[in-house]
């Protein structure tokens, strides 16, 4: 099953993958998370990817078509993947479709997740992430049981740098002119399913299961 999961910032994308990675047993591959974690370490990538992200625009084409270049060649994508936040521009797809059809591994399917822009700023401005494991909260649709720590480890919740009010009003016009037209590049493609990600999260998740087991829209 190699899934491709598109949509505008806080629409679930994180949400959903963590959820299918349990039920599929298949790997999340997060461009974001892959930055955050080169930030964190402070690599000379992460140095310069941080420039971009504080401000709420994309990190250089080459800069990320290379990380997911190198990562789709690791043994546990043999059995398929969930690409989070990637492709995310016109040059990335292409990039991707070249490197999947050089390692033989064609796409399934493109799930892409509509929500309108005002729930997208609420999503945004209440998810918290743990520190420890990574796991992702949102204080009012999804609060963990004691506020600020992680229900899995325990680990104390924080809120991500870009996930203030103006740079996620950035985020989502960056998406608008550089990341929806993806919409239109997979539905010409066939492979493209639209999913309302304005329902809740068990919802949004059972409509995920009932297209990966039948039909396109
Ligand atoms: P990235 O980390 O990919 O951020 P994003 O795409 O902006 O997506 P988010 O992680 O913000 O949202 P999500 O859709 O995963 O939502 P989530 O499930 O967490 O990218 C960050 C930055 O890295 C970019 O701005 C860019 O600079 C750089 N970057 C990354 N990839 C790149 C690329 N390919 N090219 C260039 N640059 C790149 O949900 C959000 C909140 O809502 C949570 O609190 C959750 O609990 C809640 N929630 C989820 N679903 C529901 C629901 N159905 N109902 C109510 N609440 C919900």
Request: aromatic fraction near 2%; hydrophobic fraction near 35%; avoid cysteine.
């Given at each position: 099953m190699r899934i491709i999961l598109l949509g505008p910032p806080g629409c679930g994308k994180g949400t959903q993958a963590k959820m299918m990675v349990e039920k599929f047993g298949i790997?999340?591959?997060?461009?974001?998370d892959i930055l955050r974690g080169a930030v964190k370490?402070?690599?000379p990538m992460g140095k310069e990817a941080k420039k971009y992200m504080d401000g709420g625009l994309l990190v250089p084409d080459e800069v990320v078509v290379g990380i997911v270049r190198e990562r789709l060649q690791n043994k546990d994508c043999a059995?398929?993947?969930i690409l989070d936040g990637f492709p995310r521009t016109l040059p990335q797809a292409d990039a991707?479709?070249?490197?999947l059809k050089?390692?033989?591994?064609?796409l399934d399917r493109v799930l892409s997740l509509t929500v309108d822009n005002q729930a997208l700023i609420e999503?945004?401005?209440?998810?918290r992430t743990c520190r420890e494991c990574g796991r992702g909260y949102h204080i009012k649709f999804d609060p963990p049981k004691k506020p600020d720590f992680c229900d899995a480890c325990g680990g104390s919740l924080f809120q991500r740098d870009d996930d203030k009010e103006e740079t996620i009003r950035e985020r989502l016009t960056v998406y608008e002119n550089q990341t929806a037209p993806l919409i239109a590049y997979y539905r010409e493609a066939g492979i493209l399913?639209?999913?309302?990600?304005?329902?809740?999260?068990?919802?949004?998740?059972k409509e995920i299961d009932r297209l990966l087991g039948g039909g396109l829209d």
């Open positions: 790997p999340q591959i997060s461009t974001g370490e402070g690599s059995s398929g993947f991707l479709t070249e490197v050089e390692l033989q591994l064609p999503r945004l401005s209440g998810r399913a639209v999913i309302d990600g304005m329902k809740k999260i068990p919802e949004v998740q």
